[in-house]
């Protein structure tokens, strides 16, 4: 289990301070453990886009199917509650 501590915020959210993700390191779903989840991006390292995922019913604990992901480092975009937070992913 992974709680984020000096990822940066956009705002100043309790929520988003209190997003965790699992299983860290993954390798088919990633769970991203918060409330009112809008949208997650997944960027490699070399900052392309590889998943999109927007939630038109505001999700809490979706999980991302991470599967079609090479093993390697990511960079998640999460937008909840309007704040959004950017965390490390590592996929096995």
Same mark, same amino acid.
């Given at each position: 289990?992974?709680?984020?501590?000096? &990822?940066?915020?956009?705002?100043?959210?309790?929520?988003?301070?209190?997003?965790?993700?699992?299983?860290?390191?993954?390798?088919?779903?990633?769970? @991203?453990?918060?409330?009112?989840? &809008?949208?997650?991006?997944?960027?490699?390292?070399?900052?392309?886009?590889? @998943?999109?995922?927007?939630?038109?019913?505001?999700?809490?604990?979706?999980?991302?199917?991470?599967?079609?992901?090479?093993?390697?480092?990511?960079?998640? &975009?999460?937008?909840?509650?309007?704040?959004?937070?950017?965390?490390?992913? @590592?996929?096995?």
């Amino acid at each position: 289990v992974f709680t984020p501590g000096s &990822e940066s915020v956009d705002g100043d959210h309790a929520l988003m301070r209190a997003l965790t993700l699992y299983p860290i390191p993954c390798s088919t779903t990633l769970t @991203i453990h918060s409330a009112n989840i &809008e949208h997650i991006k997944v960027f490699d390292l070399l900052g392309i886009l590889r @998943i999109d995922q927007e939630y038109r019913e505001h999700a809490t604990d979706p999980e991302l199917d991470v599967s079609g992901l090479a093993p390697g480092v990511y960079s998640l &975009e999460v937008t909840a509650s309007g704040a959004t937070r950017f965390i490390r992913m @590592i996929k096995n």
